[in-house]
């Protein structure tokens, strides 16, 4: 005989799970116990909220799911905004919630809600465990489908009874490698012809082609066509950014000077785009054709609608669509002479005395090494990180572009560090962000992680502060004040440090990174040049005229 919990536990091994992130309540008191006495490390957080970040920062990383674990009811609701984001960022992770026991109901109605049905519309997949037996089969189904294209989250609830029953032992249900099918051959010849044709081709990397099994092949497409490229805000890596066919990011959906490039090009090749991010480009009547190349079909909308598509596993299916067109794409480099001048003006006054982001792009790039990770908490600073930040490596800037969610930042950073202990991982984030979830500091020191935290103050929910004023409406409602960020660092047994002069700025985060452990460097951000680039100098820059 055999305990449910046990069971799952061992269902859960059986996945290659090796560690477990949340807070449990007494209705997971069983799977704590079997937790305690498997392979498995449980690690305890100080919200529900940061679990799941951490765990589907996982599974963002590693392509495995993470997991997550929480009591029934308010423990269950927490994840919500976790289930969300990996939901719309593509994440694999399995969220495991407790339960009264539903084989009988000594305790009525406390504290129950319906978390199954709660979650479904979050979810790829929501269950509730119902018998001992079912176990092996639902755990197996759990990570096959949390995993499988297009990846997400994944909820099972196991309830206390269930979980403390025994039954006779059941076999576990062996994993087996899944190959995706690749595109069609019509579909490969039709696209081959659109991009030897083409007078003007552009490629753009979207969220899916950073997938970690999918980077090396993105990346010998682009060194086989020579075709120019930009990104979107999660497609950031896919490709070195050093390479001299890096064209930019669209970190913004119209008028940024990437989109000279975008506007002029007779044809884009769609890669691993996702229309969950904000759109990188709006596509019109008069525009360039499209050609979406991804895992699934293009989800049309009123500013994407492609005009061909290349459906199948994206690394073998480039592959092939590469063999039909090296070196014979005569036009292949025609917008590449727009790249200096694009580059130049986003990286304009990045070196001035003040604490611009232009300013603090530049000097964290200078501090953080090829391998080095970014996790963006979201704010203003965002668009500035999209924009200048040159990434060298697929998956060192960690941000989310899709539910866009606050507070996420320490989080992702704090799973970045535990995956990848030697390389320097930083967390960015504004005073708004970083206040949703700070209790996570004391998380981060007990796992003596090795994690800096630039904490970029404002005093404001900065973003919609600037829309506000964009808007012409009054300065109102946008405003706060803060602790002393150094002390209360320290509380946590944190190191802290404010920057009181931009000179100051990249030897603090030197220091911070050189002295190891857990530090958070605080400085102001000037954000004037919100307005002055990003609305008036773009406002400027009209569509080039398209050439014939």
């Known amino acids: 005989m055999t305990k449910g919990s046990d069971l799952f536990v061992a269902a859960l091994e059986n996945e290659g799970v090796d560690r477990i992130f949340g807070i449990p309540g007494e209705e997971n008191l069983d799977i704590v116990e079997s937790i305690r006495r498997s392979s498995i490390q449980l690690i305890l957080t100080r919200h529900e909220q940061a679990a799941a970040f951490m765990a589907a920062t996982y599974g963002r990383l590693t392509g495995k799911a993470g997991v997550c674990i929480t009591t029934l009811g308010p423990g269950a609701l927490n994840l919500t905004t976790g289930a969300a984001y990996a939901l719309l960022g593509a994440m694999p992770m399995i969220m495991i919630t407790g339960q009264k026991g539903i084989l009988s109901s000594r305790q009525a109605r406390f504290q129950i809600v319906d978390i199954v049905a709660a979650m479904k519309p979050l979810t790829k997949l929501s269950r509730q465990i119902v018998s001992p037996k079912m176990i092996p089969s639902l755990v197996r189904e759990a990570f096959r489908v949390a995993q499988e294209e297009r990846p997400g989250p994944v909820h099972l609830e196991l309830p206390e009874d269930i979980a403390a029953a025994e039954c006779e032992s059941v076999a576990l249900v062996p994993t087996h490698p899944v190959e995706l099918p690749t595109a069609s051959a019509d579909a490969l010849d039709r696209a081959a012809r659109m991009i030897m044709e083409a007078n003007r081709p552009l490629l753009m990397f979207g969220a899916a082609a950073s997938r970690p099994r999918v980077t090396p092949d993105v990346a010998q497409f682009v060194l086989r066509t020579q075709i120019p490229y930009f990104t979107t805000q999660m497609g950031k890596g896919t490709v070195p950014g050093g390479t001299e066919l890096y064209m930019g990011t669209a970190a913004l959906s119209e008028r940024d000077y990437v989109h000279e490039a975008i506007e002029q090009a007779d044809l884009i090749i769609t890669i691993g785009h996702d229309t969950v991010e904000k759109p990188p480009f709006i596509m019109g009547a008069n525009g360039p054709k499209v050609i979406h190349v991804g895992y699934h079909s293009a989800d049309v909308e009123q500013v994407y609608f492609p005009q061909a598509e290349i459906v199948g596993d994206l690394g073998p299916s480039l592959a092939l669509l590469a063999d039909r067109v090296e070196g014979k794409i005569p036009n292949a480099q025609a917008l590449l002479p727009l790249r200096e001048g694009i580059l130049s003006r986003i990286a304009a006054r990045g070196t001035e005395d003040r604490f611009t982001p232009q300013r603090i792009v530049h000097d964290v790039r200078a501090v953080m090494p090829a391998d080095g990770i970014l996790a963006l908490d979201n704010g203003m600073y965002k668009i500035w990180f999209a924009r200048n930040y040159r990434t060298r490596m697929a998956n060192t800037l960690l941000l989310d572009n899709a539910l866009a969610t606050m507070g996420a930042g320490l989080p992702s950073a704090m799973m970045a560090s535990l995956l990848y202990p030697t390389r320097r991982v930083m967390a960015i984030c504004g005073d708004g962000g970083f206040m949703m979830n700070s209790q996570e500091l004391e998380t981060s020191v007990r796992l003596k992680l090795n994690l800096v935290i630039l904490l970029l103050e404002d005093h404001a929910y900065g973003m919609i502060r600037w829309k506000q004023a964009v808007d012409e409406f009054p300065d109102f409602g946008m405003t706060f004040g803060n602790p002393d960020f150094v002390k209360y660092a320290e509380a946590y047994g944190a190191k802290g440090t404010r920057v009181a002069e931009i000179a100051d700025l990249r030897p ?30 773009l406002r400027e820059r009209l569509p080039a005229p398209r050439t014939p």
């Open 508 to 537: 603090a985060l030197e220091r911070a990174f050189t002295s190891g452990g857990v530090h958070l460097v605080v400085v102001p951000i000037d954000y004037s040049e919100n307005t002055r680039v990003l609305v008036d100098e």
